[in-house]
Structures are given as structure tokens and as C-alpha cells.
């Protein structure tokens, strides 16, 4: 299932803190780490950090680890695939701007422990949020689709979804599914 025929394989980055031990804030929250993009496909919205597996990559997973690195300055050390999440557009834009084959077929890494120092970079401007804030977000600052996995996510489970998207971001129809392995 992780590499199917004629679909373009991608990663995404999902960096979680455990709350607690800071007192220099209010809540025990969980936080993440997350990137508005500030350029190219899904420019303006808070996403985790990742982007295409190329041929040079060893794995899916040195291909997340690489992108989390290039756009966050951060080198992931425990990197767990949580979800599949597969993406079909039927609008000539995103063709344009993802000249690569549709679908997508998007892996989701959770880490929780990572070396380095955050930076900006010319893709990511990173923000560490509240996990339950994260929902303040889903008012179109973010992908439609992450509103709907986000809660397996958070809440530790493995999913597999399929997304239609029109004219690019809006989100036409959706499966879903929590299962046992990926
Ligand atoms: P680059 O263009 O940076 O790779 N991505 C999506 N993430 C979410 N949450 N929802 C979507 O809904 C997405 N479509 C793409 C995958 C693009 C990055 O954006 C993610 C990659 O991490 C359609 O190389």
C-alpha cells in the first residue's frame, strides 16, 4: 500500500511536544510545530512540514526526515507513520502547480523528538501552537482536509483517507478510516 502505481508520493511532518514542565505558560497543552508556507502549493496555510519523495531518497521515511530538516532546521529521531492520506484535484490549477502525477498519496509522520534548533526558511515560517488550539486554524488557515484526520492523529490512532478537491482547496468529498496497520 505505501508505494502504489501512478500515484506521486509525498511526506508530512507533524512535531509533538508533550504540555507540562514550562512554567512559563498557561496551559499543559500538547503543542506542535507548524509552518505557514510562504511559497509555491498551499502557500498561506499552517501545514506540517514535508514535500515530495524524490528518487534519490533511501525511503519514505529519510524523504520526511530530509524535507523536515530543509524547511525547519530540525532533524527528526523518532519519526512514526500514523496515516496515508491520498489527494485527487480536478482542476487544471492544481495541474499547474503540481506538474507531478495525481494523485498524491501523502504520508503522516508523528515525531516527538528531534535535534537542532528551529529556524525560518525561505518555504516555512514555524509557529509552535497549542494542540487544542489547532482548531482555531480550520476557519481556512489550513487545508480543508486536516480538520478531519487531525483528531486520529492527535489522538494517536493510524488512519487512511481519500480527498476530491475542486478549484484547488475546497474540499468536494472525503473517506475516512481509523485502521489497525499502514
Ligand atoms: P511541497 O510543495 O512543499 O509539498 N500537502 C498537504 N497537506 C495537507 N494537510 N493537506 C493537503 O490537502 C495537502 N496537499 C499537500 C504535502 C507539499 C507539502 O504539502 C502537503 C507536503 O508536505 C490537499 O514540496
Same mark, same amino acid.
Given at each position: 500500500l505505501s508505494r502504489r502505481e501512478g500515484h506521486k508520493l509525498l511526506t508530512l511532518v507533524l512535531f509533538v511536544k508533550s504540555g507540562?514542565?514550562?512554567?512559563? /505558560?498557561?496551559?499543559?497543552s500538547p503543542r506542535v510545530l507548524l509552518g505557514r508556507k510562504k /511559497?509555491?502549493? &498551499?502557500? &498561506?496555510f499552517y501545514n506540517g512540514f514535508g514535500g515530495k519523495v524524490e528518487a534519490?531518497?533511501?525511503s519514505i521515511l529519510t524523504a520526511a526526515a530530509r524535507e523536515m530538516k530543509e524547511e525547519s532546521g530540525l532533524v527528526p529521531t523518532d519519526l512514526a507513520l500514523k496515516g496515508v492520506l491520498t489527494f485527487i484535484w480536478d482542476d487544471a490549477e492544481a495541474e499547474q502547480s503540481s506538474p507531478n502525477a495525481q494523485p498524491w498519496d501523502v504520508h503522516v509522520y508523528k515525531c516527538t523528538e528531534c535535534e537542532g534548533d528551529v529556524v525560518e526558511t525561505d518555504e516555512m515560517a514555524p509557529v509552535w501552537m497549542d494542540v487544542d488550539k489547532v482548531?482555531?486554524?480550520?476557519? &481556512?488557515?489550513?487545508?480543508?482536509d486536516d480538520q478531519h484526520w487531525h483528531p486520529l492523529f492527535f489522538a494517536d490512532k493510524l488512519f487512511r483517507g481519500t480527498f476530491h478537491f475542486e478549484?484547488?482547496?475546497?474540499?468536494?468529498h472525503f473517506t475516512l478510516e481509523e485502521v489497525s496497520e499502514i
Open positions: 507540562g514542565g514550562d512554567s512559563s /505558560r498557561n496551559s499543559h /511559497r509555491g502549493f &498551499g502557500q &498561506g534519490s531518497d533511501a482548531p482555531e486554524l480550520y476557519d &481556512g488557515r489550513m487545508w480543508e478549484k484547488t482547496t475546497v474540499l468536494k
